[in-house]
């Protein structure tokens, strides 16, 4: 009896420490650079029950024991997640088969997502050919077949760009009418997943890799090529199938497209449908979560459903003995999520928060009496095992920590079983004061992540996350059976959309700051957690000194007569951010990828956003769509910066903002930084030069360090540029026209001489840029080239020019092992 007591208070005392382990190990896997070889976890795991038997059995001192769970924990969990990366691995998509024609056959296995451009869908492969000869090739792929030879990146709404892609020949062939399950043979041409790479930036390839996706192609459907041909309708993959074709209803039912794709985006968990105009709305306004099926609204929804399962159950006294009403309301509310979350995609982070609230249930439901950091920790651990990968996510954080606030405040219904007596309205206030508890302390964490914060958040969610939760989304699903239905659904959207546009409309609707370190953040949410935290006022206010660093974090800036250059990682095109002490310039503003994204709206505004950078000026160097794509969306949320460009003066463009013209002998000094323009002349605007001829080349100079940013110049503007005796020596030149075969010419490298030169270019871009020739051109005169696809953004600082340019590429700098390793 009292052995039996002791081992499981042993038990009790390891158990938080041991949990915490695991996800620690796990935590300690993702920092790796480069994988183990195989046999080095498997021998850590194999390491970590011995250890853990070693210190159960052997240490009688507590102390002793607790490190000894901890360590084997901690070993079990990095080895596991390494071993489990391994495995992965082995499937990745061998470098000499991208590009290449390749026969395939497969299932699809989503939601094919239509757009103007064509059609983007996941295929699960079963087999692969080359000519006769049979490979193999990664098992799940994101593939695109596109109608036209419009450009467009494989990426998804919500993510930043896939590069430049080659669809350089035979579009001819429209896509296909592709559905969910259906077994496909086409000919595609794969790519390993590769995504621009900047700082605070979206970490493409990571999203990829946590969905299983180790290969992007396109359909190959020219005249010249074997026609996609599709071998019949599986059963595998039914709720997809379900899915398409609710999707397909509602969009034939709902007349106004923007409450149809408002409900699609709830029911089916497609949100391809969905405006730009609607999601900056609801950005603006805190409630993007509401409608990307995040693990906040799954957790709402559970909330609600237990909600309504409960009220139904207490209608029969008969059930109520059967079993207790709040059991039951917890048991539904976690399947109805489930259910839910299944037929909405089943996205990584509905699977994440289902797992969690599952866990949570059970425990409950066994009767387990655990303090709550126990439990919160157990459901962390869980989800870790299922997905390592998940601590790298914003998401996770935010329904980790809002799930745990409910634990600590004890003010959620469906955690604390606190269901009895309580009035449904009574319920409902709860909640109403639950979402005041989460955005209170969610605030910090929210900025630390996204550097942004919707003041007008609060009262947005306070009455949109009640309304979509218990009203829409109910109306939504039932109008799966009784579509009339949606017509109410569609009504209480645009109740909704009336609040949110109203809201939207307040001065300081969103607050932008710069992204604060991680102990700044870290300290923040503590604070956010303490000042909700049952505890007296005289403690809860020292939350009030910890929230500080967070709301005052500042970026660093060059020093007084020093600039940095921010070479962003855009793809194929320019984007050049200048910073000096107390002045920000943009040279270009990178391509455009699709009808609905380019790089300002992806990468240039959460980039300035991020680093919180006014900008004075907007260079667009000329009318190219790879340096003007961008400039729309920059000039849109930076209306104060002017203008300076060679675009005509019946560009598109000028009616956004107005430019002025760029011409040689401009000039101008910011904080002793000298910025001139070396080209073009005026005359050479008169003479209806081509656009790349009118590229405006940019000087900047301190007196001791020298960066030339020249566009798309060609040769003949290289020649003039030597002849006219212009200041051409730098020390860092972005080479002209992406590594162009028409430009770099040797005259000009010569009266450049730079030590660095910096390739703009996107990853496998059909233009084969940086042509090889060049290269050499530059390597013969020892010049270093870095490349965008192998360095992602380059910082280069003129007071660290001579530092060692390892640390300057965030590729090389945030490598991970999930990382494309671009040959
Ligand atoms: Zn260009």
């Excluded at 959620?412 to 009035?423: E, H, I, L, Q, V």
């Excluded at 951010?577 to 009808?595: E, I, K, N, Q, W």
Aim: hydrophobic residues 50%; proline residues 6%; aromatic residues 8%.
């Amino acid at each position: 009896m009292h052995a039996t007591a002791q081992r499981s208070s042993g038990i009790a005392s390891t158990l938080f420490p041991a949990l915490l382990a695991w996800v620690l190990g796990n935590a300690l896997q993702l920092q790796q650079a480069q994988l183990q070889s195989w046999p080095v976890y498997c021998a850590v795991v194999l390491l970590s029950p011995v250890l853990y038997a070693l210190a159960i059995t052997q240490s009688a001192a507590s102390g002793w024991r607790v490190a000894g769970v901890f360590l084997a924990l901690l070993a079990l969990g990095w080895g596991v997640a390494g071993l489990r990366a391994s495995v992965f691995l082995t499937d990745a998509l061998n470098p000499a088969l991208e590009g290449q024609d390749l026969r395939i056959t497969g299932v699809v296995s989503g939601l094919p997502q239509r757009s103007e451009t064509g059609l983007r869908f996941r295929l699960q492969v079963e087999s692969a050919q080359r000519g006769e000869q049979t490979i193999d090739v990664p098992q799940v792929m994101d593939v695109g077949w596109y109608a036209g030879a419009y450009s467009i990146s494989l990426a998804p709404a919500s993510a930043a760009p896939a590069d430049g892609f080659d669809r350089s020949s035979g579009l001819s062939r429209q896509p296909g009418d592709l559905k969910a399950g259906e077994r496909w043979q086409m000919t595609l041409r794969l790519k390993a997943p590769h995504g621009g790479r900047n700082p605070h930036g979206f970490d493409y390839e990571l999203w990829l890799w946590e969905q299983g996706v180790q290969a992007t192609g396109y359909v190959r459907a020219g005249a010249k090529d074997a026609a996609p041909v599709p071998l019949g309708q599986t059963w595998t993959h039914p709720v997809a199938l379900a899915r398409q074709t609710v999707r397909d209803q509602i969009f034939a039912t709902v007349e106004q497209r923007q409450a149809a794709s408002l409900i699609a985006a709830l029911l089916v968990g497609d949100q391809n449908a969905i405006e730009r105009t609607d999601w900056d709305l609801f950005r603006a306004t805190g409630v993007a979560h509401l409608v990307s099926i995040s693990g906040l609204h799954i957790t709402m929804f559970a909330w609600g459903a237990a909600l309504w399962v409960g009220w139904l159950w207490r209608r029969s006294g008969y059930l109520c003995l059967l079993w207790p009403a709040p059991s039951a309301a917890l048991l539904g509310g976690v399947l109805l999520a489930t259910a839910y979350s299944v037929f909405s995609g089943w996205g990584v982070p509905a699977q994440r928060t289902c797992l969690m609230l599952a866990t949570v249930a059970v425990l409950r439901l066994c009767g387990a009496r655990w303090p709550w950091p126990h439990v919160w920790m157990l459901a962390c651990a869980a989800v870790v095992a299922m997905d390592p990968w998940s601590l790298l996510q914003p998401g996770f954080w935010l329904s980790f920590v809002a799930v745990g606030i409910l634990f600590a405040t004890d003010s959620g219904a469906m955690y604390s079983m606190d269901m009895r007596a309580k009035t449904i309205y009574s319920k409902i206030l709860g909640g109403l004061r639950e979402q005041w508890v989460i955005t209170v302390a969610l605030t910090p964490l929210t900025l630390l992540l996204f550097g942004q914060v919707s003041l007008v958040g609060l009262a947005a969610n306070v009455l949109a996350i009640p309304w979509v939760t218990l009203v829409v989304t109910p109306l939504a699903m039932l109008g799966a059976v009784l579509p009339v239905l949606w017509d109410g659904a569609a009504l209480a959207i645009g109740w909704l959309l009336i609040y949110l546009q109203w809201l939207a409309t307040w001065p300081w609707a969103a607050i932008n700051v710069a992204i604060p370190p991680l102990w700044a953040g870290a300290a923040g949410v503590m604070g956010g957690v303490l000042l909700v935290a049952p505890l007296p006022w005289s403690l809860r206010g020292l939350g009030l000194p910890l929230l500080l660093p967070v709301l005052l974090w500042q970026a660093p800036v060059p020093p007084p007569g020093q600039f940095e250059l921010l070479v962003a990682d855009i793809g194929q095109g320019n984007a050049v951010l200048v910073r000096t002490a107390r002045h920000a310039l943009l040279y270009d503003a990178g391509p455009r990828y699709s009808l609905e994204s380019d790089a300002g709206n992806r990468v240039l505004v959460p980039l300035l956003q991020a680093l919180h950078v006014r900008l004075d000026t907007v260079v667009i160097s000329h009318r190219d769509m790879d340096h003007v794509g961008g400039a729309a969306a920059v000039l849109a949320m930076q209306p104060q910066a002017q203008l300076l460009s060679s675009i005509e003066a019946g560009h598109p463009l000028q009616a956004v903002h107005a430019a002025q013209r760029c011409s040689a002998g401009q000039r101008w000094n910011w904080d002793g930084v000298e910025f001139s323009f070396l080209h073009p002349q005026t005359t050479d605007y008169d003479k209806g030069a081509r656009p790349n001829a009118l590229s405006c080349v940019l000087r900047i100079s301190n007196g001791a360090r020298t960066a030339l940013l020249v566009g798309d110049i060609e040769k003949a503007q290289e020649a003039q540029l030597v002849a006219s005796g212009a200041a051409l020596k730098a020390d860092v030149l972005l080479v002209p026209h992406h590594g162009s075969k028409t430009s770099s010419s040797a005259e000009f490298l010569e009266a450049v001489a730079p030590r660095l030169a910096v390739v703009q270019a996107g990853y496998r871009n059909r233009f084969g840029h940086p042509a090889p020739s060049v290269l050499e051109r530059y390597r013969e005169r020892h010049i270093v080239v870095i490349d965008s696809p192998h360095c992602g953004a380059l910082t280069w600082r003129s007071w660290q020019a001579d530092m060692p340019l390892a640390g300057a590429c965030e590729r090389r700098q945030g490598q991970r092992y999930w990382h494309h390793p671009v040959p």
